[in-house]
């Protein structure tokens, strides 16, 4: 085997020892590029200048201003309490039927997601807001919670996703088209969630609500005016970022200022502004960007690495010579999303696939904003899967229940799961969804 390609594999497993041994993803990618390319050239100076290169060309796109600015948005939001308002519209128009509180709390997470673009503080807010009314209403531990974490996966699908943005910084693509790819997805797996629910209130009434009561679960009457109170602000700013996106009036770095000025504009008319609170929001928005600038930088010399050694170059010949279609190629490649995705978070998993496959997929004439649809869609089962979970783990945070448990939490969320897996096989089979 040639020794570029042994050194090439040798660094893939050599970051999912130390990733699974405890090192961040960041270092174990840079120190794992780092001796690889030592190894394979023998000087310092190759890992040196492709560590100056990834810091300098990663994250020097005008682009990656993106990042911060809709992170910034997101949080705003949460502080203006528009999850709560989103949830309080959805309960009052399809409260009344038979799991009518799991329909309410797709749309709203579906809604939400149109303006945060982080599947963690849906998670966080609707744990908070949606949980407590379902159990209210009879619904069992295991649904309420597990509709909650399902759903809170909408965020990082429907757009402005960061981790759509994070994919086409990382894959050199526009993020304006992936943001257009990755819609109707979106709204095909919010329908599928509340078909989902509504299969289950009947097949398994016991799991989803056992104490069903028509009369109890109507959901409060909301007139006119107080609609459009409650839903206003949300849908301006979905207009105003995605209208302006698309209408051509901005690109998405200037429609991601816009979107945080008007957020900061409708935490003030709602009274909810404060010192501290913008400094708190300027601070986590810092310590994310900060966070996913440093993933960007490692992966980017990872990637390089791999070009060096030639590994998806040999990868995609070996393919060829043993005969692998594109849809083979494709199924390997979900399987293995999905694994990572239970010792990883999402991110971290799509930084250390993709330099390995998107080459690869390419070389099949595969289109490289489908194949980032595909991948983080497959990246985001994994928060649902165990042992790792993480928006299961943030669920349990959020509602400080000691009698619900984890494995509570992971049986509710398990159907969403599924559900998430078939859309991902339907996208595999109907690339055309992302191109409409």
Same mark, same amino acid.
Not at 245 to 266: C, M, Q, S
Not at 309 to 322: D, N, Q, V
Not at 383 to 391: C, K, M
């Given at each position: 085997?040639?020794?570029?390609?042994?050194?090439?594999?040798?660094?893939?497993? +050599?970051?999912?020892?130390?990733?699974?041994?405890?090192?961040?993803?960041?270092?174990?990618?840079?120190?794992?590029? +780092?001796?690889?390319?030592?190894?394979?050239?023998?000087?310092?100076?190759?890992?040196?200048?492709?560590?100056?290169?990834?810091?300098?060309?990663?994250?020097?796109?005008?682009? #990656?201003?993106?990042?911060?600015?809709? %992170?910034?948005?997101?949080?705003?939001?949460?502080?203006?309490?528009?999850?709560?308002?989103? #949830?309080?519209?959805?309960?009052?128009?399809?409260?009344?039927?038979?799991?009518?509180?799991?329909?309410?709390?797709?749309?709203?997470?579906?809604?939400?997601?149109?303006?945060?673009?982080?599947?963690?503080?849906?998670?966080?807010?609707?744990?908070?807001?949606?949980? /407590?009314?379902?159990?209210?209403?009879?619904?069992?531990?295991?649904?309420?919670?597990?509709?909650?974490?399902?759903?809170?996966?909408?965020?990082? =699908?429907?757009? /402005?996703?960061?981790?759509?943005?994070?994919?086409?910084?990382?894959?050199?693509?526009?993020?304006?088209?992936?943001?257009?790819?990755?819609?109707?997805?979106?709204?095909?797996?919010? $329908?599928?969630?509340?078909?989902? %629910?509504?299969?289950?209130?009947?097949?398994?009434?016991?799991?989803?609500? @056992?104490?069903?009561?028509?009369?109890?679960?109507?959901?409060?009457?909301?007139?006119?005016?107080?609609?459009?109170?409650?839903?206003?602000? %949300?849908?301006?700013?979905?207009?105003?970022?995605?209208?302006?996106?698309?209408? +051509?009036?901005?690109? @998405?770095?200037?429609?991601?200022?816009? &979107?945080?000025? =008007?957020?900061? =504009?409708?935490?003030?008319?709602?009274?909810?502004?404060?010192?501290?609170?913008?400094?708190?929001?300027?601070?986590?928005?810092?310590?994310?960007?900060?966070?996913?600038?440093?993933?960007?930088?490692?992966?980017?010399?990872?990637?390089?690495?791999?070009?060096?050694?030639?590994?998806?170059?040999?990868?995609?010949?070996?393919?060829?010579?043993?005969?692998?279609?594109?849809?083979?190629?494709?199924?390997?490649?979900?399987?293995?999303?999905?694994?990572?995705?239970?010792?990883?978070?999402?991110?971290? $998993?799509?930084?250390? =696939?993709?330099?390995? #496959?998107? /080459?690869?997929?390419?070389?099949?004439?595969?289109?490289?904003?489908?194949?980032?649809?595909?991948?983080?869609?497959?990246?985001?089962?994994?928060?649902?899967? /165990?042992?790792?979970?993480?928006?299961?783990?943030?669920?349990?945070?959020?509602?400080?229940?000691?009698?619900?448990?984890?494995?509570?939490?992971?049986? &509710?969320?398990?159907?969403?799961?599924?559900?998430?897996?078939?859309?991902?096989?339907?996208?595999?089979?109907?690339?055309?969804?992302?191109?409409?």
């Amino acid at each position: 085997m040639d020794p570029a390609i042994v050194v090439g594999l040798t660094s893939v497993i +050599g970051i999912l020892l130390l990733v699974y041994l405890g090192m961040h993803v960041a270092i174990a990618l840079a120190l794992v590029s +780092g001796l690889a390319l030592l190894a394979h050239s023998g000087s310092l100076i190759l890992p040196v200048r492709l560590a100056v290169l990834a810091a300098t060309d990663g994250v020097s796109s005008y682009s #990656f201003g993106v990042v911060p600015l809709f %992170i910034l948005m997101g949080i705003l939001v949460g502080h203006a309490d528009l999850g709560r308002d989103a #949830f309080r519209v959805a309960h009052a128009a399809v409260g009344r039927i038979r799991g009518g509180l799991g329909i309410a709390t797709v749309l709203a997470n579906a809604v939400f997601a149109a303006i945060t673009g982080i599947s963690i503080a849906s998670a966080a807010i609707f744990s908070r807001v949606a949980v /407590p009314e379902m159990r209210r209403f009879g619904y069992s531990k295991q649904f309420a919670t597990g509709v909650v974490a399902g759903s809170s996966i909408l965020g990082m =699908l429907m757009p /402005p996703s960061v981790l759509l943005i994070v994919y086409a910084i990382v894959a050199q693509q526009s993020v304006a088209a992936m943001f257009r790819a990755a819609i109707l997805p979106a709204i095909l797996l919010a $329908t599928l969630f509340s078909v989902g %629910i509504l299969i289950m209130t009947r097949l398994t009434p016991g799991f989803v609500q @056992p104490g069903f009561n028509p009369a109890a679960e109507r959901g409060p009457k909301l007139g006119a005016w107080q609609s459009m109170s409650l839903s206003g602000p %949300i849908l301006l700013l979905i207009v105003m970022v995605m209208g302006g996106i698309y209408g +051509g009036v901005f690109t @998405p770095t200037e429609a991601g200022a816009a &979107g945080a000025t =008007l957020a900061l =504009l409708i935490v003030i008319a709602k009274r909810r502004f404060s010192v501290a609170m913008l400094w708190a929001s300027l601070v986590e928005s810092g310590r994310l960007t900060a966070s996913i600038l440093f993933l960007i930088i490692c992966a980017t010399m990872y990637s390089r690495m791999l070009g060096v050694t030639g590994l998806p170059y040999m990868l995609t010949e070996w393919l060829r010579e043993i005969e692998v279609g594109f849809v083979q190629l494709m199924i390997l490649y979900c399987v293995l999303m999905i694994l990572l995705g239970m010792i990883l978070d999402s991110t971290s $998993t799509m930084l250390i =696939l993709i330099p390995i #496959f998107l /080459p690869t997929a390419l070389a099949f004439g595969a289109d490289p904003v489908w194949f980032g649809i595909i991948t983080v869609l497959g990246a985001e089962i994994g928060l649902l899967t /165990p042992p790792l979970g993480i928006s299961v783990f943030v669920v349990k945070d959020a509602i400080r229940d000691p009698d619900t448990t984890l494995g509570d939490i992971f049986r &509710g969320a398990f159907p969403f799961a599924a559900m998430m897996a078939l859309m991902l096989a339907l996208l595999v089979m109907f690339p055309g969804l992302t191109r409409w």
